[in-house]
């Protein structure tokens, strides 16, 4: 089935830095949505992204609909020691048979150092 | 009160056995997922269902079944459950509008 490839796999950093992390397909996608996870816990909704170039914040994070329709890049400003966990970029396709079903990339493993 | 619950949280069982898990909403969302997350995998959808009378399934769906009991409730079953069933798993709830998912806490299952 659809892959989403999403990079990096793991990063880390020092507190207070920023950081960009992104998702690509292969096909058009209608929705791009990012998640982040904690240990233990059920992946929560960063940000929804409906339309293509849309450029959305939340607080410290930002998230970009690329133009292509076949990207997307979640950044986040000033990172801080609770920023630790893994995000997931996940998409639906345009067209066909996807219902609405969400294709997640891999996940990027984010640590902060104080 | 979370708006996704799941039953139980933790489970530990051994091969062959049959295992429920179970998931409730109160967000009034019509369309219900199951998935599986592996480490290093992502999560997989194994079986969705878009109202009480329409089950799918999804990519990884050989082994499980399901039950959508009510618009709020959406189980999944193992029939005979085998050690590589050994995961985590989430379900979620999205609104037809939209489409965008939210998860609950997840299932850790462990296949003795």
């Known amino acids: 089935g659809q892959q989403l490839n999403q990079s990096p796999q793991s990063m880390f950093i020092q507190e207070g830095e920023d950081v960009s992390m992104n998702c690509t397909s292969s096909?058009?996608?209608?929705?791009w949505l990012w998640y982040k996870q904690d240990p233990g816990e059920g992946p929560v909704l960063l940000i929804a992204l409906y339309k293509a170039g849309e450029l959305t914040s939340n607080g410290r994070l930002t998230a970009q609909f690329g133009i292509t329709r076949k990207d997307s890049f979640l950044n986040i400003s000033a990172s801080i020691p609770s920023d630790v966990g893994i995000y997931f970029c996940a998409g639906i396709e345009a067209g066909g048979t996807s219902y609405g079903k969400l294709t997640f990339g891999q996940g990027t493993i984010l640590t902060v150092h104080p | 009160d979370a708006d996704v619950t799941q039953t139980p949280r933790n489970r530990i069982t051994k091969t062959g056995k049959r295992i429920m898990l179970e998931c409730s909403q109160t967000k009034g969302h019509d369309r219900m997922y199951w998935y599986r997350q592996d480490p290093g995998l992502g999560l997989r959808l194994i079986y969705y269902s878009f109202d009480v009378k329409d089950i799918n399934k999804g990519e990884i769906s050989d082994g499980y079944s399901v039950s959508r009991q009510a618009q709020a409730k959406f189980s999944l079953s193992l029939e005979s459950a085998i050690p590589n069933q050994t995961a985590l798993y989430f379900c979620?709830?999205?609104?037809?509008?939209?489409?965008?998912?939210?998860f609950g806490p997840g299932t850790r299952l462990t296949v003795l």
């Open positions: 979620a709830t999205s609104e037809s509008a939209t489409d965008t998912q939210y």
């Open positions: 096909s058009i996608f209608n929705t």
